[in-house]
């Protein structure tokens, strides 16, 4: 190979662009670590607050929930308020839930919420309340229909969506004509119902 008599172009090495960075890297990296260990500080300490709200709801002790919670702890409120029939209270968490929550507690609450309403109707039934147990029937079904979208794999759901659909068949009004009274045996509706006759789901 003939030489071009030229000397080689000196590439720069990469020891003074090194010296050039060090010392805003060592400026900002304290800051950094600093902030990534608040950080972690941060999150440990909303697990714990949220853990201890969440053990003091499934103990029946009233603790406020706003909505920007975590899911887990909407799900625990809801539960609870569903326990004491506050269902009214219960909407904007779920609604909360159903925007940030995966679908597993969102089937979930769901399900707590038409295991409330079922319970609610077998209450009227047994009172031989027919006309308000059935709009909590329905309600019932629903809930346990969203809650079946979400969670096919939900047993207690599919079971509870099937003694809500007997009780809905069964009612003895359906057969009843406008203005016809009919007297109300809410013991006939329970035999109908596989497994538990006068449970509760």
Not at 15 to 32: D, E, M, Q
Request: proline residues 8%.
């Amino acid at each position: 190979m003939i030489a071009s008599g030229f000397p080689a172009a000196r590439r720069p090495g990469l020891r003074p662009i090194w010296l050039r960075l060090r010392s805003p890297l060592l400026l900002v990296l304290p800051g950094l670590l600093a902030a990534a260990a608040l950080g972690a500080v941060a999150l440990a300490w909303r697990d714990i607050a949220a853990n201890r709200t969440i053990a003091a709801l499934e103990a029946g002790k009233d603790a406020a929930v706003a909505s920007g919670a975590l899911p887990e702890v909407l799900l625990a409120r809801i539960r609870f308020l569903a326990r004491r029939e506050r269902f009214e209270e219960a909407e904007p968490l779920t609604d909360a839930l159903d925007r940030r929550g995966p679908a597993r507690l969102r089937g979930e609450a769901r399900r707590v919420l038409g295991d409330a309403r079922l319970r609610q109707a077998f209450g009227r039934l047994e009172a031989g309340d027919l006309e308000k147990a059935g709009p909590l029937v329905v309600l019932a079904r629903e809930a346990y229909r969203r809650a079946l979208t979400l969670r096919p794999d939900d047993w207690d759901a599919k079971y509870n969506l099937d003694v809500a659909s007997r009780l809905v068949r069964d009612f003895p009004e359906r057969g009843r004509t406008e203005g016809e009274e009919m007297p109300a045996d809410p013991r006939k509706i329970w035999t109908d119902i596989p497994g538990q006759p006068r449970g509760l789901p």
